[in-house]
């Protein structure tokens, strides 16, 4: 079918060649050789085979005669050279025997102008010949030559078996176009268009030189190198420049690199265009000071001369492509503007043989190349007179004795020139030796010749160039290729060359930086943004191209991962000094080395030690007074909390591991539960103690007084403290974890949560609170037991360290300090506080470390309750009951209240036991559970006797009459107006004057009253104590105390108060409390004012009186 469409191509173009070209006359077999029009010129060399070859000989029309076709000046390298090359190299195998043996290669020369019309219009004549011989030597026509018949045709009528070129890949294009339609090859030596190597378009194309893919990829490698990422594109019109420049932005995007204007320009365009051009151009600086010009080399020129019409030399850098290469031609006379210029070569070696050729030519003798006496006149400024191509602007006549080898610059192009010929020469010869295996010459397979045969031979060539390179095509019709790098420069003397600086092949670029010189002394910079610094990123702004953008720095955590994006390392990462990537960030924990721990170690050794010091002297004077006042077995608990709280800093501070964390979370919550559970036991049992000595006689003994079974008590409170924290440890296992408190930090730490820290926390402030608050319940004890106040001053400091460590802890990243200051300070503060008084006075003052200085003070304070609650039990309180008589009756209203009988009946005249005591109670301080302090009767009061059967007639007080007299008053009637049982009354008095040797008795349950002579004597001792009534509450107090001495340590706060009254110089009638007034022992308090009258105070009797405080003024009272 292709073939089919080719031919019917051919039959429509044939009339038209042939309508102008052919003279028909009478005689169908007789044509005329000469056209009716004046044709091209057209260089011919006969031989049996003819090759065509289209050569730019003339420069391209000027844009105002591209419609007549009218070519410029004669071209020296791009025209004459290559015609000259193409005669020397057919002369070359024509001579060669190893090639085309008997065969003799022709070639028929036609110029193309480098423009596409004139190159159609030559390639036009190319097939006409063709076609025409073809046919005549099939019809056996006659050819007329030189008015003879002929069966062979002229040189100029053979049949043109290739064609070499054209230069330009726009040009080639047209041509192959044509060519393909009547299967004519064609080699080209410099068309490098991309679109070329399309096979299915171009099926007869090929080339000795590479693809401009290859080129583009130089060019884009050289831009790269320098780092110019911000670059304005201008191309030649045409396929060469487009498909050129194309495969260049394709490559320069997918490389990052940005065109910052792109254009195109014909190259024979006028100045007005170029200037233009040249003013897009200028908008983009002075960023884009680079210009990549895939363009052809007068397109260079006039960039060149638009740069010197609008004075910006100096200002751009061009880098061109191998249309410019190492041409004079296109710089000359524009070299500074052209300075520092980078372009493109095809890399082919200097061919010296045709140096020896070329240079020896003369005008005279150089007959077969119709332009080349043109040229001689442009070359050489001189006329040829009378010769048919006499320039006559020259007026200096030509001699033809002048040389060529001034100026001479072979074109760059020249062995490709060659390679291309010889290509078709193995191709043709390959060919005849498989179609005419029967010897040297042609053979009737050969006539004619077919070029669809001749294109598969061509396509499987392969010969050593002209440049000792070696020369084959691939299935695309191309050729590899290396490409040399120019660089335009000033050499001195107003003189500038191409220096070559470098080469680039197989994708490799090699370039001496130190060789090459740019336009100014610095290296170009080319770029629309800088680059980023280390650690920032580009972000392109909106409407730009990729590469203008700004710059902008990645956060602390994140490395750069490419150009355009910042990563955030993962946790307990952080980004390398090149912000390149991750690294892991070191594991930070507390150091022995670190200052803290250090103070923190040496505070707690200082504190081990103490404990240890305090502990040995505890247990040295364990049966001291000071130490059995203390409660020693939960003094012994206690400082084994404080030893472990001194101990937990070293657990805090090591390394964290499996064990360290174990003890982390134990230690810390048992050291304080320790501590506090004892002080919570020892406060409660001070605080039920007291409470129950404000009770009426009729109140029970407390329970658990006992120095185990305070033990039992602590312990179980420790133990709700370890339940809780085994219970934690099981729920969540302690070990090393990592801890992130920024992102920047990393501890190894032990996984505590915050219920791990609250739970135990919380119980151990409850125990706090408690303890507090029995403490500060407490805080006014007898003054000599003071260990309450120092409790509760040590409960206070407490409460103030933990208060402050809680936000600290929470708030900030310093638990672990935290937590061991904290557990330290606690610590310090109980032993200092608790401890350093007792070991004061053991070492340093050893005299007060005796059992009195723990006893309660010589005044009693006694309870003046309102009576409202009665009491069923007998109590010595029903001897002072008094009846109702006269004026004297005793009142609670204010006055001093007497147990003594008064007015109407006069008091018994008989000396007795009994002395007289008088109470006195404020009016504006009376109130119920009102307080009287009781002072023993002075040693002047006279001795009585006391009998039975006195004690049983004595009048008493009646509480009747206090209830007349005063009906705020409540006395219980049944109790109060009872007789006191003679036998109960003697055991009450045997109960209070017992002697101190009974404390360590066990009082048996039934014990018979002492007899009248045992009181008697006991009473007439001398300095024996003179014993006055007491109340009830009185008794009640020395029966509690006495079911105290059943206790196991006797010698504690409750063994220190007296059990039972002894005799002493003054005693004092002191119920059995365990704490001390206020009044120092031994100290006499100021007398009351007397509530009776003289006239009703019975001679010989004595009385103290004492003022009773508000109870609520003084909440230490029994």
């Known amino acids: 079918m292709g073939n089919l469409r080719m031919k019917l191509t051919a039959l429509l173009l044939l009339p038209l060649v042939r309508f102008d070209l052919l003279a028909v006359t009478g005689n169908v077999h007789k044509r005329s050789l000469k056209p009716k029009s004046v044709s091209r010129s057209v260089a011919r060399m006969d031989g049996d085979i003819i090759i065509g070859a289209l050569f730019s000989v003339h420069h391209q029309p000027s844009a105002e005669k591209v419609a007549e076709r009218k070519c410029g000046e004669v071209r020296e390298q791009y025209g004459i050279q ?64 030189d008015g003879a018949p002929s069966n062979h045709p002229p040189a100029s009528k053979k049949p043109i078996a290739g064609v070499i070129g054209p230069g330009s890949s726009s040009v080639a294009i047209q041509v192959q176009n044509l060519l393909q339609l009547f299967n004519i090859p064609q080699v080209a030596y410099s068309a490098t268009s991309i679109d070329l190597s399309d096979k299915t378009l171009y099926k007869y194309f090929l080339r000795v030189v590479p693809s401009d893919t290859l080129q583009a990829r130089a060019m884009l490698d050289i831009v790269k190198r320098y780092n110019w990422t911000y670059v304005s594109a201008v191309h030649t019109e045409g396929n060469y420049g487009e498909s050129g420049m194309e495969a260049f932005k394709e490559l320069a995007a997918q490389e990052g690199l940005c065109i910052a204007h792109s254009d195109k320009i014909y190259s024979n365009a006028g100045e007005k265009h170029f200037d233009r051009l040249l003013r897009k151009l200028r908008e983009r600086l002075p960023k884009a000071r680079v210009v990549v010009c895939f363009c052809e080399g007068m397109t260079v020129r006039g960039l060149l001369m638009a740069m010197r019409r609008l004075g910006v030399s100096g200002e751009f850098l061009l880098v061109g492509s191998d249309g410019w290469a190492d041409r004079d031609e296109v710089v000359e006379g524009y070299e500074q503007e052209a300075q520092g210029g980078i372009t493109m070569k095809l890399q082919s070696a200097e061919v010296t043989s045709f140096n020896d050729y070329f240079l020896k030519l003369r005008l005279h003798s150089n007959a077969r190349n119709p332009w080349f006496a043109e040229f001689w006149q442009h070359r050489f400024q001189c006329r040829i007179a009378g010769h048919p191509t006499e320039n006559r602007s020259f007026r200096k006549a030509c001699t033809g004795n002048e040389t060529l080898e001034e100026n001479y610059v072979q074109d760059s192009k020249m062995g490709f020139v060659i390679n291309a010929i010889y290509a078709m020469a193995h191709g043709i010869h390959d060919m005849q030796r498989v179609l005419c295996p029967g010897g040297p010459g042609l053979c009737d397979a050969m006539r004619p010749m077919d070029g669809s ?41 107003a003189r500038y060359d191409y220096i070559n600086v470098g080469s680039w092949h197989k ?47 990645c956060k602390d955590n994140e490395f750069v991962q490419d150009e355009f994006t910042c990563k955030a390392c993962d946790l307990g990462w952080w980004p390398d000094e090149e912000l390149a990537g991750c690294q892991p960030i070191p594991l930070k924990y507390l150091e022995w080395s670190n200052v ?28 001291t007074p000071v ?11 206690i400082l084994a909390g404080i030893f472990l709280g001194y101990v937990c800093p070293f657990t805090l501070i090591a390394k964290p591991t499996v064990v360290s964390c174990y003890l982390q979370r134990l230690l810390v919550g048992l050291s304080s539960a320790m501590c506090y559970s004892a002080l919570v036991t020892k406060t409660n049992r001070i605080a039920r103690i007291l409470a129950g000595s404000k009770k009426k006689i009729c109140t029970r003994k407390p329970r658990f007084m006992s120095a185990w079974a305070q033990v039992v008590i602590a312990s179980l409170l420790v133990s709700v403290q370890l339940t809780l924290e085994v219970t934690l440890i099981i729920l969540e296992p302690p070990e090393p974890i990592k801890s992130y408190p920024s992102i920047r930090e990393a501890y190894l730490i032990c996984n505590t949560s915050n219920m791990g820290v609250v739970a135990p926390l919380g119980y151990n402030g409850l125990l706090i609170m408690s303890c507090t608050y029995y403490a500060f319940k407490t805080r006014n004890v007898p003054a000599n037991f003071n260990e309450a106040k120092y409790i509760a001053f040590t409960m206070y400091t407490t409460c103030i360290i933990w208060l402050a460590f809680v936000p600290i802890y929470f708030g900030s990243n310093y638990k672990i300090i935290t937590t061991s200051f904290s557990v330290s300070l606690s610590a310090t503060v109980a032993l200092g506080c608790m401890f350093t008084p007792k070991i004061y006075i053991i070492i340093a003052k050893p005299e007060r470390n005796v059992r009195s200085a723990f006893t309660t003070s010589d005044v009693v304070r006694m309870h003046v309750g309102d009576g409202k609650v009665a009491c069923s039990s007998s109590s010595l309180l029903s001897m002072f009951r008094r009846k109702k008589n006269g004026p004297g009756k005793a009142s609670s209203n204010g006055k001093s209240v007497s147990w003594s009988e008064a007015g109407a009946r006069q008091p018994v005249k008989v000396e007795h036991l009994w002395h007289r005591v008088s109470v006195h109670v404020r009016r504006q301080e009376v109130s119920s559970g009102q307080t009287a302090v009781i002072r023993p009767l002075t040693k002047t009061a006279p001795e009585t006797e006391l009998s039975v059967s006195d004690l049983g007639t004595k009048a008493l007080y009646d509480a009747a009459e206090v209830e007349e007299g005063n009906p705020g008053w409540h006395g219980g009637g049944a109790s109060v107006r009872s007789r006191v049982p003679r036998d109960l009354l003697h055991r009450d008095v045997d109960d209070v004057i017992s002697p101190p040797g009974s404390v360590d008795t066990p009082r048996p349950s039934q014990r018979p009253g002492p007899t009248l002579r045992e009181l008697r004597a006991h009473g007439d001792e001398p300095g024996g104590a003179r014993l006055g009534p007491t109340g009830g509450h009185a008794y009640d107090a020395a029966h509690f105390l006495e079911e105290e001495e059943d206790l196991e340590e006797p010698e504690d706060l409750e063994e220190l108060v007296p059990a039972r009254l002894t005799p002493e110089p003054y005693p004092a009638l002191t119920p059995p409390s365990p704490f001390r007034d206020s009044v120092a022992s031994g100290r006499t308090p100021p007398s009351s004012p007397g509530s009776e009258s003289a006239a009703h105070t019975p001679p010989g009797v004595a009385y103290t009186s004492g003022t009773t405080p508000d109870h609520r003024r003084s909440p230490s009272t029994l």
């Open 453 to 493: 045969k001749l294109l598969d031979f061509l396509l499987k060539t392969s010969f050593t160039g002209v440049s000792g390179e070696e020369v084959y095509f691939d299935e695309n019709g191309d050729s590899p290729g290396r490409y040399d790098i120019m660089n335009l420069q000033y050499v001195g003397g």
């Open 596 to 623: 803290e721990s250090i103070v923190a170690v040496v505070f707690s050794c200082l504190g081990i030690l103490v404990t240890m010091f305090v502990t040995f002297i505890f247990v040295l004077y364990r049966d």
């Open 627 to 637: 130490v059995k006042s203390s409660s020693r077995e939960l003094c012994y608990i």
């Open 82 to 145: 290559r015609v000259e090359a193409m005669f020397h190299t057919l002369d070359r195998i024509n001579s060669d025997p190893n090639l085309l043996p008997n065969i003799s290669l022709g070639c028929e020369i036609r110029d193309s102008c480098w423009h596409s019309s004139v190159a159609l219009e030559q390639s036009i004549e190319f097939i006409r010949d063709s076609l025409i011989s073809t046919r005549d030597e099939k019809d056996g026509s006659k050819w007329c030559v």
């Open 507 to 553: 994708g490799v670029l090699t370039i001496d930086d130190y060789r090459i010189q740019m336009n100014r002394s610095e290296v170009v910079r080319s770029v629309c943004s800088e680059p980023c610094s280390r650690g920032q990123i580009k972000v392109i702004r909106k409407g730009e191209v990729s590469c203008c953008w700004i710059c902008t720095t």
